[in-house]
């Protein structure tokens, strides 16, 4: 799958958040890293078609994003989306929430969604949390429900705003294992991270993103090991600072 | 969990609760009749009792209309406060404010020899109904705007996130949630209409409250008369506030689960 960014401009109350941001990524997984601000969340809801840029065109396959209502519609229920906290409907059930979305979005059967949405809990260990509601589920729990849901439908593209960033170290563990899982299977992602250590080991690819444009992108292998910017550099050194 | 539980009351340690509190209430009613030696004769109203029934319903159709058309005028106007037509805006936002700001007598006054005279509304039971709507629309208004602003905008973008049409996110994700969070105001505010329709009585609308004004001209029995029609109104909103402890349970998230357990 090709993603392909031409000249995307995103500005919210006088504040510029993203300049002419370009570039053609083949995907497998990749991850946007940068700083605080940067424009990172920016960017992948307009990759997930949640926010319309200002300018600028997004190519998938070749094929041009329309910002309309009922393209997005449609173009939105073929891609996940999992948010930092609070994905899943607070009214409804770990079960209700898998349910939803593929009753509702995708008009499945009740007991295909059922059949479909089970498979998925007993995978992941989730089973007894199946009649949960999201309050009395831990963080870890409830993102691991929010990513089920969103591979239950099948994907083109599974997109993840920092989904351990609310987490304790043992939940993000937990999170980031289901995630390399899926991706070994094939599935194919961008995900928002502060999680180094994953971007490196279980991405393709790595986007740095800051001061409102891509300023280093290539192979995770690459980039950590020989950043070519100053900007890159910096962010690195800082971050890794107090690693163990 | 655990703790809450063993922290409820024993079934005889409610009981006799219970009891305590109604033998202080009566007591206390009890007292301040013999106190100013008050011979209390319900008997008198038997007698009546046809009409009391039928002042009784009449109250209760009103209540009940009087309810469906304010839901309708209060979720319009929640709805229209929020729109970005300003000239919608700011009509909802001056009726709300105008009609909370203003006692209902007053009103029924204004609108029933004003503004009904003006455009011909000359049936005092429709009559009673709008002004009465109209007055419990704007506290309704206010609830589900409230309601509505307590949702958290992520559950929009969720919904939203998996594909959800407009009309399915209100039906499936905002009026649940709306709806767990409201009915317990919304179920005092019906209590509220059945005790405002007292109010009609002023232009005459022969509810349960001019009922007993008349029969009270007839029998001069003032107070066996309103002590009973007291008690007829409490009937009627304890049954609202049984009905809708019964609802609440239905949205109530929590409530639900403990049944799974
Ligand atoms: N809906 C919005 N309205 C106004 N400003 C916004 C909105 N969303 C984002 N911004 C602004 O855009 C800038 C970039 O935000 P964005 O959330 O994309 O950054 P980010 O790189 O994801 O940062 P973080 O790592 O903190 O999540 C921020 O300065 C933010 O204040
Ligand atoms: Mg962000």
């Given at each position: 799958m ?183 299977d094939g ?21 740095f ?36 | ?14 009981i ?44 209760v ?84 705007r ?26 499936l ?30 232009i ?38 049984l ?19």
């Amino acid at each position: 799958m090709n993603i392909e960014l031409i000249n995307i401009s995103k500005t919210f109350q006088d504040e510029l958040v993203l300049k002419d941001v370009s570039g053609s990524f083949d995907i497998h997984s990749i991850a946007i890293i940068g700083p605080s601000g940067g424009g990172k969340s920016t960017l992948l809801r307009i990759i997930g078609g949640l926010l319309t840029p200002d300018s600028g065109a997004l190519k998938i396959d070749g094929e041009t994003i329309e910002f309309s209502k009922r393209y997005l519609h449609n173009y939105r229920r073929n891609i996940g989306f999992v948010f930092q906290s609070k994905g899943l409907f607070e009214h409804l059930t770990a079960i209700e929430n898998m349910l939803l979305p593929l009753i509702h979005a995708f008009g499945m059967g009740k007991t295909e969604a059922v059949e479909v949405s089970s498979k998925l809990f007993e995978r992941f260990g989730l089973t007894d949390e199946k009649n949960k509601y999201p309050f009395q589920l831990s963080g870890g729990q409830q993102q691991r429900i929010a990513i089920a849901r969103a591979v239950a439908v099948k994907p083109w593209l599974l997109l993840l705003d920092e989904p351990t960033s609310a987490l304790d170290p043992e939940y993000t563990a937990e999170v980031l294992n289901m995630l390399g899982e899926l991706q070994n299977d094939g599935l194919k992602s961008i995900i928002v991270t502060h999680e180094m250590g994953f971007a490196k080991n279980a991405c393709e690819k790595v986007i740095f993103l800051a001061q409102n444009r891509i300023v280093e992108s290539g192979n995770s292998s690459q980039i950590f090991k020989h950043p070519q910017t100053e900007e890159l550099q910096a962010f690195l050194n800082k971050i890794l600072e107090w690693k163990v | 969990m655990k703790q809450t539980l063993s922290k409820e009351p024993s079934r005889s340690k409610k009981i006799a609760s219970a009891i305590f509190v109604a033998i202080i209430l009566i007591g206390f009613l009890w007292f301040s009749v013999n106190a100013i030696n008050l011979k209390l004769d319900f008997s008198t109203l038997y007698q009546y009792r046809y009409r009391l029934w039928e002042g009784f319903w009449m109250t209760v159709t009103i209540s009940v209309a009087s309810l469906i058309v304010s839901l309708a005028l209060g979720s319009l106007s929640a709805l229209g406060q929020n729109s970005r037509i300003l000239v919608i805006s700011y009509f909802c936002k001056a009726y709300v404010q105008i009609i909370r700001g203003t006692p209902l007598l007053v009103q029924i006054y204004f609108f029933y020899y004003i503004i009904g005279t003006a455009w011909g509304v000359n049936n005092r039971y429709l009559a009673g109904v709008l002004i009465l709507s109209i007055f419990e629309g704007a506290y309704i208004s206010e609830i589900i705007r409230g309601g509505l602003a307590s949702i958290d905008r992520q559950q929009y973008e969720v919904a939203k996130s998996i594909g959800l049409t407009p009309a399915k996110t209100l039906q499936l994700v905002t009026f649940p949630i709306l709806m767990a969070r409201i009915l317990p105001a919304l179920a005092g505010q019906f209590a509220s209409i059945i005790k405002d329709s007292s109010l009609l009585s002023v232009i005459a609308v022969i509810e349960l409250t001019q009922t007993v004004q008349e029969i009270s001209a007839d029998n001069f029995r003032m107070f066996e008369n309103y002590l009973f029609v007291g008690v007829l109104y409490f009937i009627l909103t304890f049954s609202v506030s049984l009905l809708s402890g019964g609802l609440e349970r239905r949205y109530n998230h929590e409530y639900r689960v403990n049944q799974y357990q």
